[in-house]
């Protein structure tokens, strides 16, 4: 039997193949292919079952992450959609909150709605605040606009009602009105997609459902299509924004859930093997082709937060709160109209590229000053499978960057190398010190095609003392998958005071979405014995306007005085201080169904390259010495090492390069590198580096 996970990047789309009888993990890479990200995942699963022998019948996992949802928002190239809302909202999704973050930096523009005003269409229908009804619906004038909308052509179609969170009837009714008028359209509705309080953001959050909806299913069947036309049988899952696994039906009609895909999964996976290593604080940092994604896991558990937004456009469901700035491999250098040197955040993506993979392109990017430096093998990646052009890289950093700048050229691959630095030290600042984080205290968790060729100079930027880099830190979202557990999110705003005269309707909202995510995990086929609630209360003082997330370990009849106690503690924690005598208010009631999973063994893998080839047999040890720059030490004579020959126990001592099939990781003079139980690289800084004699 085996478990495949699978991570769909911007530049590269990876596998972990995990097979059950001995637990015996490979890894496998693919370039991926934008028009149609199917097509690389069927190409590599073809690939997998060919080098690996195995029967496609025997697959009975197979999970994915993508980034396709995110894209569509990003290339604003979704559906055209409608929307209908209560007269008097047409314009909440343009006019948005009055918040300004960027209030004295003119060149911010508002994104454009998703939705055209011509397709914006009011509905003269009230429900007050308490769920009873104010003015009924008129079916008529429901039908009169789905007609009007067919006219328009559009092809999705959003509902969002006033209240509609504390009684749904109108939508309901609108959504069977505007089927049966509009039978091929996407339909989403806010009490579906989010049935909670804040019109402004459920609104928009259930425009980028319906915006995404359709050509997100016609990429999953797609996927489905591909994957049985392999003979594989399993029903695929997908990974979405909160670390949960939801089958394909459930991501076709919440498909805005997946927005932060497979950085999640990512989190999940560095979440366990850093438990597995005895490190349970972390801060996550996956550095890929096109982002760096940084993320703090405390106690072992990741953050959550449900209010992020995609594109400048809010979303508010629960996820994994994960920081995405635009510094990647592929990240072009550039200079500004002042003649600043500048890196990213457009990319050269997979097509064409960074200058040195020789598909055409010429923009200088992390990739190129890294082979330009050494840092990266200036011959060839994935283990010898991927040719690498160096005259090209360094071509197109010597005449963008170097010569208009009058440097030489590896003072300008430096140059690129230490602006991204800061700008991903500045990312992970945002995730711990300026939320009142001690980051000494964590480890920096670097995974990602390039997060270990950047961890040792970020970390020490930051003042963090130790790096984790795990096996084939390349694949590490494809391998969070398989540590996944399948979940979905219910919730129900309840506004009211935290007395025990209320507690009682709390209980009730927590039994109704038991109930529901009971019915969900029957319907996804997650076995009784392996089925699990969580409970959350989002709750403030009275006369705030911010609430906290409050965990609680059930909703017992009594549990009132538990819950108090557990609210003061959360707003401690968060703010510094609680509010003695003041009444608390309950906001929103939340609960979290979940399958647990048949975790992945923490183990040292099997390694394949790209074609797949077992490497088991390799020469151990040192394969080669090369000259490396390292900053300011200049050019160092290092030796390089294959990990997979690594025994558990080596220790290295920088300067140093271990190269594997999906990444790089470069040890800096005074660091030294240790191989633990369960095949992570462990660096430290010396506690008297003393750098090597210059070569």
């Known amino acids: 039997m085996y478990r495949i996970g699978i991570d769909v990047g911007g530049t590269f789309t990876d596998f972990t193949v995990l097979r059950d009888t001995d637990g015996a993990v490979r890894f496998f890479k693919v370039p991926s292919t934008p028009a149609d990200p199917s097509a690389a995942i069927q190409d590599g699963l073809r690939q997998i079952i060919a080098a690996f022998a195995v029967d496609p019948a025997a697959i009975v996992q197979l999970g994915h992450g993508t980034t396709v949802a995110t894209n569509m928002i990003i290339e604003r190239r979704g559906a055209h959609t409608g929307l209908l809302t209560t007269k008097g909202f047409r314009d909440v999704i343009e006019i948005g909150r009055q918040v300004r973050p960027s209030l004295y930096d003119y060149t911010v523009r508002k994104p454009v709605p998703l939705v055209a005003r011509r397709d914006r269409i009011e509905i003269d229908e009230r429900i007050t605040f308490d769920g009873s009804v104010l003015r009924p619906l008129d079916e008529a004038e429901v039908g009169a606009a789905a007609h009007r909308l067919k006219e328009a052509g559009v092809g999705s179609v959003a509902i969002c009602f006033l209240h509609s969170y504390r009684n749904p009837a109108h939508e309901e009714a609108a959504r069977r009105i505007v089927e049966a008028v509009l039978p091929d359209a996407y339909v989403s509705t806010s009490f579906e997609v989010l049935p909670e309080f804040r019109e402004y953001e459920r609104l928009s959050t259930t425009v980028l459902n319906a915006y995404v909806g359709p050509r997100m299913g016609r990429y999953l069947e797609g996927f489905l299509t591909r994957t049985r036309a392999l003979g594989i049988t399993v029903e695929p899952h997908t990974i979405h924004s909160n670390g949960g696994l939801l089958s394909v039906r459930s991501v076709i009609r919440l498909p805005v859930r997946t927005c932060l895909s497979g950085p999640a999964a990512g989190v999940v996976g560095a979440a366990a093997v850093g438990a597995a290593a005895g490190r349970r604080d972390l801060v996550t940092f996956d550095v890929g082709g096109t982002s760096t994604d940084v993320s703090l896991i405390k106690d072992g558990r990741p953050l959550f937060t ?25 990240s072009i250098g550039w200079l500004d109209e002042a003649g600043a040197l500048k890196v990213g955040p457009h990319s050269a993506g997979a097509d064409p590229g960074p200058a040195a993979y020789g598909r055409g392109g010429r923009d200088p990017t992390l990739t190129d000053a890294n082979i330009v430096l050494h840092r990266l093998n200036p011959v060839a990646l994935l283990r010898g499978k991927m040719p690498v052009d160096f005259a090209a890289a360094h071509r197109a950093i ?28 500045r990312a992970i600042r945002a995730v711990s010190t300026e939320r009142g984080h001690d980051i000494g205290a964590f480890a920096l968790f670097a995974y990602g095609g390039a997060g270990p060729l950047h961890a040792a100079d970020v970390a020490r930027e930051c003042g963090i003392r130790e790096i984790i880099v795990p096996q084939e830190p390349g694949t590490m979202c494809a391998r969070g998958i398989l540590l996944s557990e399948s979940s979905l999110d219910f919730v129900r705003s309840k506004i009211l005071i935290a007395s025990p005269a209320n507690w009682a309707e709390v209980q009730a909202a927590f039994a109704e979405m038991a109930r529901e995510g009971e019915a ?74 979940a399958g647990k999973p048949r975790h992945a063994p923490l183990r040292a893998g099997a390694g394949a390259d790209v074609a797949g080839a077992d490497v088991a047999g390799a020469d151990a040890g040192r394969v080669e010495r090369r000259r490396v720059h390292f900053g300011a030490e200049g050019w160092l004579d290092a030796p390089v090492h294959q990990r997979e020959s690594l025994p558990v126990g080596t ?14 990781t470069l040890v800096m003079p005074g660091q030294s590198a240790r191989v633990d139980t369960v095949g992570n690289i462990l660096l430290a800084a010396a506690a008297s580096p003393t750098a090597p004699a210059r070569a």
């Open 306 to 330: 449900s209010h992020r937004t995609v594109a400048d456009h809010p979303v508010k469901t629960p996820m994994i709160d994960i920081h995405v700035i635009g510094a990647g491999g592929g």
């Open 398 to 425: 010597e005449e963008r960057i170097a010569r208009p700048l009058g440097l030489t050229v590896e003072a300008a691959a430096h140059g690129m190398l230490e602006i991204a630095n800061s700008a991903m030290g």
């Open 520 to 593: 969900w995990l029957a319907q996804e086929k997650v076995p009784e014995e392996r089925r699990v609630a969580r409970h959350f209360i989002d709750a403030r003082y009275l006369g705030q306007n911010h609430e906290v997330v409050v965990p609680l370990p059930g909703i017992a009849p009594d549990g009132l005085d538990n819950f108090i106690a557990a609210f003061r503690h959360a707003h401690r924690v968060e703010y510094g201080y609680d509010v003695h005598g003041r009444d608390i208010e309950i906001v929103n009631c939340r609960l979290q169904a």
């Open 651 to 664: 220790v290295i001592a920088g300067p140093a390069v271990i190269e594997e099939m999906s990444s790089t």
